[in-house]
């Protein structure tokens, strides 16, 4: 148990609850950490601990912990823990926290799988039994993939919600979108997940905008390789994804690579499509104009070839005797020569 002090410069009369608050930070979290912060603004003025917020709500004290540690990283509050536990709270600072707000929405999040919490299945019971939208986003969940969710589905499916902070109704689409593309495994939605969180993907529209680009682009490359038909393999999607999200190539520069493979190779091979824009990448080729470029100077750097030379005819007692060439007509007058003057 951690005992907690509230540092607020307020009446105590009231509790206020800033309409920045309501406006731009509650939408976004977790609902269990907006009660949370409501529930200190509340009794700001009376001693609290993690236990007694914990029973209060029916929740785990590490989840107290977690949104204290959400608010402060959203720059809503300031949280700090010293050596014997104590928590400290700094409420107030709502100016600092809408222009950090702001310059997260204006840049994509970095997601790590390290971070990735762990849920016990006590804790997805009691999520599951104290909030209908989660229990309906379990249900629906199984429903669309067609099984039963072990635990540890369970807890990836709830990480979604509470770890990269997707919407329900996004989480939902996002089910049916790989169910619809044939991949239920967990492992593969979480991939996805992670990807829209990473691009700061909030709503249904916005994830159906970033999945018809995905489709498209990424159809023709798979046309261009001779794949059409089927959706790309695991390994194929690194590659490309390394091509149009870590290095940035135009598409049409992704589609010429793609040509020179099957021409070289006489099949879809993504690594050798890969060295070829690695080095178009490395040279700053970012136009079809950009490669005949490069390609044009290659070749004029590239040494001429010596005129090859007529080795000599080694000479050998074989290759030293005069062959002789023999009238077989003129043997054969002989032949016949001489047997008439046997005859006589």
């Not at 991949?183 to 990473?198: L, P, T």
């Not at 009238?327 to 020569?337: M, S, T």
Request: proline share 4%.
């Amino acid at each position: 148990m951690a005992k907690i002090i509230v540092d607020i410069t307020a009446e105590a009369n009231h509790t206020l609850v800033p309409n920045d608050f309501i406006d731009n930070f509650m939408p976004e979290a977790n609902p269990s950490f907006v009660l949370i912060y409501i529930y200190v603004l509340r009794n700001r003025s009376i001693d609290l601990d993690t236990a007694r917020i914990a029973e209060c709500f029916s929740m785990l004290e590490s989840d107290v912990v977690r949104a204290f540690k959400y608010w402060d990283k959203v720059g809503l509050i300031k949280y700090t823990q010293n050596d014997s536990d104590a928590i400290t709270i700094s409420l107030g600072a709502k100016k600092k926290a809408r222009e950090k707000k702001a310059h997260k929405i204006d840049t994509t999040r970095e997601i790590t799988i390290s971070q990735k919490p762990k849920y016990n299945p006590i804790e997805l019971e009691m999520y599951k039994n104290d909030y209908v939208e989660i229990s309906n986003l379990f249900e629906f969940c199984e429903h669309t993939l067609g099984k039963t969710l072990s635990d540890t589905e369970l807890s990836t499916l709830y990480s979604f919600y509470d770890w990269l902070m997707l919407p329900a109704p996004l989480i939902k689409y996002l089910l049916e979108y790989c169910a619809e593309k044939n991949h239920r495994r967990m492992k593969y939605i979480e991939a996805v997940a992670i990807d829209w969180a990473e691009n700061n993907i909030k709503t249904v529209e916005e994830a159906q905008a970033y999945t018809n680009i995905f489709n498209k682009d990424y159809r023709e490359i798979m046309n261009a390789m001779g794949l059409s038909g089927r959706n790309p393999a695991t390994k194929e999607l690194e590659f490309m994804d390394k091509w149009y999200k870590e290095w940035q190539m135009p598409l049409p520069l992704i589609l010429e690579s793609c040509a020179k493979t099957v021409i070289a190779v006489g099949k879809a091979q993504f690594g050798y499509a890969d060295k070829i824009l690695e080095s178009w990448f490395n040279a700053g080729a970012r136009t079809l104009d950009d490669v005949k470029k490069l390609e044009s100077a290659r070749e004029k750097a590239a040494p001429t070839e010596a005129p090859k030379k007529e080795m000599p005819t080694r000479k050998n007692r074989f290759t030293n005797y005069e062959q002789h060439v023999r009238n077989y007509d003129e043997i054969d007058r002989l032949a016949f020569e001489r047997l008439k003057e046997k005859l006589k």
